[in-house]
Every structure is written in structure tokens, then in C-alpha cells.
């Protein structure tokens, strides 16, 4: 069982930068993949930044890319999403997760934690 908490989500203005955390903990092992999700009201889920065990891959979609930067510590077990240039079409409740399948396959992400909310306020 592997236990996610982010932390960090607040209110922001148009253009402010943002670091979320999210607190790693249970019977992890090192081979896991990692990712940011998002969920604005009424829309999906959606990845906003996924990353390979050994961090040697990420994958952003365009919506972000560019602004947004996942990162993980392994020696510390957080994992932190760094978000600039913050627009309010970035308002969200932003989730942490972690899977053991392709860092890609959206559906291997098994734990997830209980959310942090941002809001990009113009």
C-alpha cells in the first residue's frame, strides 16, 4: 500500500509561480512511476506531468509544457510539481498518484492521494 498527501494548493494570481509537494509513505519500492493530475470543476482528470521511476523520462501535454515541472526525491520520499506562469485556466484540484505500469498508462496509476486545490485568480 502506497500513501500519497500533496500539500501546497492556495490561491494565486495570473502569472505567479507555485511549488506542490506530495508526501510519499507505506510499503513503497523505488520502481514506481509518479505523475500530477488535475481536475477542473465539471471537467476530467487529466495528467499534467508524468515521470519514469529513475526520472530519466517526463512527459508533459502542451497545455503546460514548458511551465510546469515534476520532480521526485526518492532519498526524501516527496515528489513536488513546479508550476510557473500560472493562468486561471489552471484552476484545479491537483492529485498526486503513483503506479507500478508505464509511466504513460494513465490506468497504472493505482494510489492516488486526496487532492490540493489551486486557484489562478485574474
Known amino acids: 500500500q502506497v500513501n500519497l498527501k500533496e500539500s501546497g494548493g492556495r490561491v494565486v494570481q495570473v502569472g505567479d509561480s507555485l511549488r506542490l509537494s506530495c508526501a510519499v509513505s507505506?510499503?513503497?519500492?523505488?520502481?514506481?512511476?509518479i505523475g500530477w493530475f488535475r481536475q477542473a470543476p465539471g471537467g476530467e482528470r487529466k495528467a499534467v506531468g508524468l515521470?519514469?521511476?529513475?526520472?530519466?523520462?517526463?512527459y508533459y501535454p502542451d497545455s503546460v509544457k514548458g511551465r510546469f515541472a515534476i520532480s521526485r526525491d526518492d532519498a526524501e520520499k516527496m515528489v513536488h510539481l513546479q508550476m510557473n506562469n500560472l493562468d486561471p485556466e489552471d484552476t484545479a484540484v491537483y492529485y498526486c498518484?503513483?503506479?507500478?505500469?508505464?509511466?504513460?498508462?494513465?490506468?497504472?496509476?493505482?494510489?492516488w492521494g486526496q487532492g490540493t486545490q489551486v486557484t489562478v485568480s485574474s
Open positions: 515521470m519514469t521511476w529513475d526520472g530519466n523520462n517526463t
Open positions: 507505506g510499503r513503497t519500492q523505488n520502481r514506481f512511476c
Open positions: 498518484a503513483a503506479g507500478y505500469g508505464h509511466f504513460r498508462w494513465v490506468k497504472g496509476y493505482s494510489y
